[in-house]
């Protein structure tokens, strides 16, 4: 099982930091991605980290604000989340896939979904 936590209220500008745990499975061996969903929108994929020390994956208008990192130790997989704008208001998912996606945004090929965290970027 995944949960998502982490999110909340901020400010434009702002910053957060959401956190992926798990019960249940080593997360090192899974791909952990963290997609996004506004209301009316469809979900979308905003970071991912690929299994063991993979290559990790960026939206390409987010890239340069938000930050995917994996601490084995804990057993946690993080997104550090800059200079947040209204836009980025969602809620968002991680999820985990047994084998690193051949379509990283692509959902189907995740296994587990967790619950979601609300991030509201608002004065």
């Known amino acids: 099982q995944l949960q998502a936590y982490g999110g909340g209220l901020v400010q434009p500008g702002g910053s957060l930091r959401l956190s992926c745990a798990t019960s249940g499975f080593t997360r090192d061996l ?16 905003v970071s991912s980290i690929y299994s ?5 994956f960026y939206s390409e208008v987010l890239k340069d604000r938000f930050t995917i ?12 989340m800059n200079s947040l704008k209204p836009e980025d208001t969602a809620v968002y998912y991680c999820a985990a ?14 296994d587990y979904w967790g619950q979601g965290t609300q991030v509201t970027v608002s004065s």
Do not use: C
């Not at 063991?52 to 990790?56: A, E, I, M, S, W």
């Open 30 to 45: 899974y791909a952990i991605t963290w997609f996004r969903q506004s209301p009316g929108k469809e979900r979308e994929g």
């Open 52 to 56: 063991g020390h993979g290559p990790t």
């Open 69 to 80: 990192s994996r601490d084995s130790a804990k057993n946690s997989v993080y997104l550090q």
């Open 97 to 110: 896939a047994r084998q690193n996606p051949r379509l990283v945004w692509a959902t189907n090929e995740y």
